[in-house]
Nanobody, 133 residues
């Protein structure tokens, strides 16, 4: 059974850093693209970042470019989202998702430059990130 479990969320002050993890089970990362998405209260879900089956292909929403970095560890079957210079507007529930068509998933972007949610088939339960002083 394919499963994704996020961890690493929490409360951090503005300007701080967090690293989110997405542990995959039931499949291997080298056949799927992984995307990170977020949803703040009262707002629509937003694509944040993605990494392809080949880690050469990544994408970032304009709002996080230069602050967030996506990476993966094949041996641990885990994808990470390193988040630096966090802002209050980064507060949201963060989800990771897997796409069984990785080439399409990393090529098709939403209007902000991040991954498009409709390209992703499998979703985790989410982890809360709160940026506040």
């Amino acid at each position: 059974q394919l499963q994704l479990v996020e961890s690493g969320g929490g409360l951090v002050q503005p300007g701080g850093s967090l690293r989110l993890s997405c542990l995959a089970s039931g499949f291997t990362l080298d056949h799927y693209a992984i995307g990170w998405f977020r949803q703040a209260p009262g707002k629509e879900r937003e694509g944040v970042s993605c990494i392809g089956a080949s880690e050469m292909h990544t994408c970032y929403a304009n709002s996080v470019k230069g602050r967030f970095t996506i990476a993966r560890d094949i041996a641990k079957n885990t994808v990470y989202l390193e988040m630096n210079s966090l802002k209050p507007e980064d507060t949201a529930v963060y989800y990771c998702a897997a796409a069984s068509k990785p080439v399409m998933a990393t090529m098709i972007r939403d209007i902000t430059g991040g991954p498009l949610a409709t390209e992703y088939n499998y979703w985790g339960q989410g982890t809360q990130v709160t940026v506040s002083s």
